[in-house]
Nanobody
């Protein structure tokens, strides 16, 4: 599975950005996709994820501001980020979890930088 993330950039506080993550390769049996982020000097954290059935989970810090979605026909996941805050500054990574025999395997995209200025 290959994941290509795009859409990062520099914005001011209060503005919006939309990230995209295109999946390709052996994408069968992917049962969950998500966005994670790593602020400078901190550990990677979950931003939001979405199951094949459309169930979504959000970090408390992003609830009400971010919206995760998937377009199965395009094999693409999106993260609409609204009301951005300087604390949202981080490298954002897309993730796909695939069911395999005995468990599951995670795949990661290359990361896209989001910088929010105050």
């Amino acid at each position: 599975v290959q994941l290509q993330a795009s859409g990062g950039g520099l914005v001011q506080a209060g503005e919006s950005l939309r990230l995209s993550c295109a999946a390709s390769g052996s994408i069968y049996n992917i049962n969950r996709m998500g966005w994670y982020r790593r602020p400078a000097g901190k550990q990677r954290e979950l931003v939001a994820d979405i199951t094949n059935g459309g169930t979504t989970t959000y970090a408390d810090s992003t609830k009400g501001r971010f919206i995760i979605s998937r377009d199965s026909a395009k094999n693409t996941m999106y993260l609409q980020m609204n009301s951005l805050e300087p604390e949202d500054t981080a490298v954002y990574y897309c993730n796909a979890r695939k069911t395999i025999i005995g468990g599951y395997q995670n795949y990661w995209g290359q990361g896209t930088l989001v910088t929010v200025s105050s």
